[in-house]
């Protein structure tokens, strides 16, 4: 019963919608609230301030309000420890189903005061403690678990800390328009499809035995029959002869073509073909339903692979694009009905004029 309560109250007395631009810690949005070592503290002060008022100690008075003023202190710094910190949103590399996201936050300490014990965390209790020295930088890695495939959010988190004393609790609220590209988890290892295109363009040349190629520069090992001898007279650096052989290269990964199950067993199928297929240099190309990208070998092909498998049947576009897309097109709306209604007005002014 409670929980829902207290999600809504903080819904609505602190910030929700995400953030684009750097955040800068002001009075504004650390909020502070004693500990429940602080409340204890708090109760024992006061009835050391009854024992003092009942017994006139003048030493206890003392004791008193010297603790007191200790724990002013400890609110100040707690206050201290975390304003004017600058914090931007790094860029979070994607990840496989089943693995840790890394999200990473950039903090600014521009003042002369270290900061001590910051603790990041988010709903789920996941937190790191980190320290902050003078006129410094540091990048801070935060980890979810991405337990599915798609963009996951790094969602609000939350900045805390109790120093120096643990008596206040001072935190404030992130929430940045920061996601992670999760990619499917990859299936066991299994054999790929078979080669394709065995002639023609689908062929691409490897080293091999067949056809010269070409001279190298000689390296320690190489056999001696394959040493041009001829460049070797010629009293020039030791050269070797380069041979070649076509290899039919292009390999379909088809969804049509694997096994019958589920989509998401489909997707786990063809991420572990691609990576098998680029760890092997391989040239590949994939088919969905609802795409196809031509064969390729390099690793920013392996990546769109992979990506197209992370996002097959949701929407491409991360959720701050689609976002902003959603308000511009509101803002021209309104812009449009704006502007109708001036049009409508100005003839049944000239009219009644």
Not at 1 to 20: D, T
Not at 111 to 138: E, I, K, M, N, Y
Not at 147 to 155: F, I
Not at 266 to 274: G, Y
């Amino acid at each position: 019963m409670m929980s829902p309560l207290r999600q809504q109250f903080r819904n609505w007395a602190f910030r929700r919608n995400p953030e684009a631009g750097p955040i800068v810690l002001n009075q504004r949005r650390i909020y502070i609230l004693p500990t429940r070592q602080g409340l204890f503290f708090g109760f024992v002060l006061a009835l050391m301030l009854l024992g003092d008022i009942n017994y006139n100690l003048s030493l206890g008075y003392v004791l008193t309000f010297l603790l007191a003023t200790t724990g002013a202190l400890s609110m100040l710094y707690a206050f201290r420890n975390m304003a004017q910190l600058q914090v931007t949103a790094g860029r979070a590399e994607p990840v496989f189903a089943g693995e840790q996201a890394s999200f990473i936050l950039h903090f600014h300490n521009d003042t002369d005061l270290p900061r001590h014990q910051l603790v990041l965390h988010a709903r789920d209790g996941h937190q790191t403690t980190f320290d902050l020295p003078a006129r410094q930088a540091s990048a801070i890695a935060f980890r979810i678990p991405a337990t599915r495939r798609g963009w996951l959010a790094s969602g609000q988190l939350g900045l805390y800390t109790e120093f120096p004393l643990g008596l206040f609790h001072a935190w404030s609220y992130l929430h940045f328009e920061q996601y992670c590209l999760v990619y499917p988890q990859p299936a066991a290892a299994s054999p790929l499809p078979a080669a394709t295109a065995l002639h023609g363009t689908g062929m691409h040349s490897q080293e091999g035995d067949e056809d010269f190629a070409g001279l190298r520069n000689y390296q320690p090992g190489d056999a001696l029959p394959r040493i041009a001898w001829k460049t070797l007279a010629r009293e020039q650096e030791p050269q070797v002869k380069k041979f070649s052989a076509n290899q039919g290269s292009e390999r379909w990964l088809d969804w049509s073509l694997l096994p019958a199950a589920g989509d998401e067993r489909k997707l786990e199928l063809l991420a572990r073909q691609v990576l098998d297929a680029s760890a092997a240099q391989l040239h590949y190309g994939l088919r969905l339903p609802e795409a196809e990208l031509p064969p390729d070998s390099s690793p920013a092909h392996r990546d769109a692979c992979l990506k197209a498998l992370a996002l097959h049947g949701l929407d491409h576009t991360p959720p701050a694009v689609r976002r902003q897309a959603d308000t511009s097109g509101q803002h021209l709306a309104a812009r449009i009905a704006a502007w109708a209604g001036r049009k409508l007005r100005t003839p049944s002014a000239g009219k009644s004029q």
